[in-house]
């Protein structure tokens, strides 16, 4: 099993990114899959999920609004578009998928 993420980086605030998680070694459309955060010292957080189908969404109050996950079981991979990024969206976001974690993916909202 392998959960890569990528789309991390240096927005200011206001501004957009997109994140991507490629999971392969599992049958992706059979599984939910999530997106969670954590920034040092803090406990690592649910951001957003998503059902097997991509029918079923949910969202961490902290982003609903911001955020849209989305699943494309064509392509294997999960994507989080993120909008209106702010400060504390600083952090490290994971992808998770069948008990499994991606390696992570650094997003610094800074001007």
């Known amino acids: 099993v392998q959960l890569v993420e990528s789309g991390g980086g240096v927005v200011q605030p206001g501004g957009s990114l997109r994140l991507s998680c490629a999971a392969s070694?599992?049958?992706?459309?059979?599984?939910?899959m999530s997106w969670y955060r954590q920034t040092p010292g803090k406990e690592r957080e649910l951001v957003a999920e998503?059902?097997?189908?991509?029918?079923?969404?949910d969202y961490a109050d902290s982003v609903k609004g911001r955020f849209t996950i989305s699943k494309d079981n064509a392509e294997n991979t999960v994507h989080l578009q993120m909008n209106s990024l702010q400060p504390d969206d600083t952090a490290v976001y994971y992808c998770?998928?069948?008990?499994?974690w991606g390696q992570g993916t650094q997003v610094t909202v800074s001007s």
């Open positions: 998770r998928g069948i008990g499994r």
């Open positions: 998503i059902s097997s189908t991509g029918g079923v969404t």
């Open positions: 070694g599992f049958p992706f459309s059979n599984y939910p």
